[in-house]
């Protein structure tokens, strides 16, 4: 792999956890083929780590003139594009499927792509915790402690409610928590007292695929100390 392939999946792990912790989690065509990198959304499209989804656009701009609106619409017409667009200025303009439609991340590909690169697939299936929002990879040991490995989004959403789902699961100090969100905006949160991990210290993109590296390091942290019940 070259160096600017490389940096240039560097960069697609950071606007996947930037996309991950969106709502919606969409990207609109305008933000792709009118920025300054189109290639750079292509490429991520080529890695299979967004998708075009299947939520038509409701208005683009113009792909010929970049700069009047237009709305997409099926087109059946033999030889065409499946939808087109009439611009004021450049008239009915062919548009392609990635044209009018939005793209998006794919979190439950990625909670399995997490779980080939732990080496936890084919022994562990991944288990949705929480819809598009938690999931349960297996479980790894390390220096003979046994941990419950997770993938997660938007935490900082709803600590409260994911700390009372991860309870009934795992005890704090006992799991790992991979997510796109930023640790450091769950201090204080009741989820303070997970092992939290992000996603981009941690995994490196591939064709289809991430590789993990220095987890290790996350998880020889002490841990939590257990306050008794009496």
């Not at 930037?18 to 959304?41: A, C, K, Q, V």
């Not at 009741?190 to 289809?208: C, G, N, Q, T, Y």
Request: glycine share 6%; charged share 20%; with cysteine.
């Amino acid at each position: 792999m070259n160096e600017q392939v490389a940096v240039m999946n560097d960069q697609g792990l950071a606007e996947i956890c930037r996309l991950l912790e969106r709502d919606d989690m969409l990207i609109s065509p305008d933000t792709i083929w009118h920025s300054s990198r189109p290639g750079f959304y292509g490429h991520l499209l080529a890695l299979e780590a967004i998708a075009v989804s299947r939520q038509r656009a409701l208005d683009i701009l113009c792909p010929e003139c970049g700069i009047e609106s237009m709305r997409p619409q099926p087109y059946s017409a033999p030889a065409s594009q499946p939808y087109r667009g009439h611009c004021p200025e450049c008239g009915w303009v062919d548009l392609t499927n990635e044209q009018a439609h939005y793209w998006q991340v794919q979190p439950a590909k990625l909670a399995k792509w997490l779980s080939v690169g732990l080496g936890l697939a084919p022994r562990y299936t991944v288990e949705t915790v929480v819809d598009n929002v938690l999931w349960r990879l297996g479980e790894m040991e390390h220096r003979r402690r046994r941990h419950t490995v997770f993938f997660a989004r938007r935490l900082s959403a709803m600590p409260e409610q994911l700390a009372a789902k991860l309870t009934q699961l795992v005890a704090p100090g006992a799991e790992v928590i991979i997510t796109s969100d930023d640790p450091t905006s769950l201090v204080g949160t009741a989820l303070s007292d997970r092992l939290l991990v992000p996603l981009r210290a941690i995994a490196h993109s591939r064709k289809a695929g991430l590789v993990i590296e220095n987890l290790e390091a996350y998880l020889t942290r002490p841990a939590p100390v257990q306050e008794s019940a009496d």
